[in-house]
């Protein structure tokens, strides 16, 4: 069974950084498509970024340069690195895994306070 677990979130203040997790199990997560998203309240679920198989990765343009996006193969882990947050980068983040069906994890929230 394919189980998304995110880590990481919390509050931290505007120009701060947070390191999110993904962690997986039932599945090698280096082998698939996998991505964040993040949805604000009242806002609708948005992309964050993703990396593909091959290493290759894209960013949303509100987080280009500001966050990485990576993968642990050790640890079958996949990470967001936050750095110099805004408030607007406040919501709860997903992780999102493509593997013939689409995993969503359960999320964590990040507050960034002005």
């Known amino acids: 069974q394919v189980q998304l677990v995110e880590s990481g979130g919390g509050l931290v203040q505007a120009g701060g950084s947070l390191r999110l997790s993904c962690a997986g199990t039932?599945?090698?997560?280096?082998?698939?498509?996998m991505a964040w998203y993040r949805q604000a309240p009242g806002k609708q679920r948005e992309f964050v970024a993703r990396?593909?198989?091959?290493?290759?990765?894209d960013y949303a343009d509100s987080v280009k340069g500001r966050f990485t996006i990576s993968t642990e193969r050790a640890k079958n882990t996949m990470y967001l690195q936050m750095d110099n947050l805004k408030p607007e980068d406040t919501g709860v983040y997903y992780c999102?895994?493509?593997?013939?069906?689409?995993?969503w994890g359960q999320g964590t929230q990040v507050t960034v306070s002005s």
């Open positions: 999102k895994l493509v593997a013939g069906y689409t995993y």
């Open positions: 039932g599945i090698i997560l280096m082998r698939q498509y």
């Open positions: 990396v593909s198989p091959n290493s290759s990765t």
